[in-house]
């Protein structure tokens, strides 16, 4: 791939050459480029990425009708890249929940569970749900972020005597509405 910057003969060209070269403008200049291969034949999963990127490209284009929004990912942008380009990934890339740590949860009021969250660009909420072994909900609530950004801990609120086999399962949800579920069995 080559990249032409302020050339007088590509200088704003854009578009396809008798079917071997591709034109196209980035933030930083001229790329010329070997055509895609396209083989015909699309499969289901094909299809589901399309229309999973379909909307991804309309909630970016929701994004840049916010100002507040808009710029929160334009912050986020690096060199050569739009607060679309930020509001695409993220909608692409759901949050990560890497760490439950259950060793604070004893089953008392106020005891901790503390949950390592990660995204792309910002968590906005992580959900605590703590039930018994025959799925029946002993509580649940929200976990509060601590400064770190990545770190949030949840204060149980109700005694639980029988801790044994009961799930600590955790919902965590980013700016575009993207929910990622993990669980912990005690």
Known sequence: MAKQKNNVVTHGLSGTIGGQLVFRQTATGTVVQSPPRVSGKVSEAQRAQRRRFQRAILYA?????????????ASKAKKGQTARNVAVADFLHAPDIDVIDVSG?????????RIEVTDDF??????????NTDGTPV???YAKQEATGYEWTYAATVANASLEGDRIEVYASDTPGNITKAEETL
Not at 105 to 113: K, L, N, T
């Open 61 to 73: 284009g929701v994004v840049e009708l916010d100002p507040e929004v808009n710029a929160d990912y």
């Open 105 to 113: 949860y004893h089953g008392q009021p106020g005891d901790a569970i």
């Open 139 to 141: 509580e649940e609530g």
């Open 122 to 131: 910002a968590v906005v909420e992580v959900k605590v749900v703590i039930a």
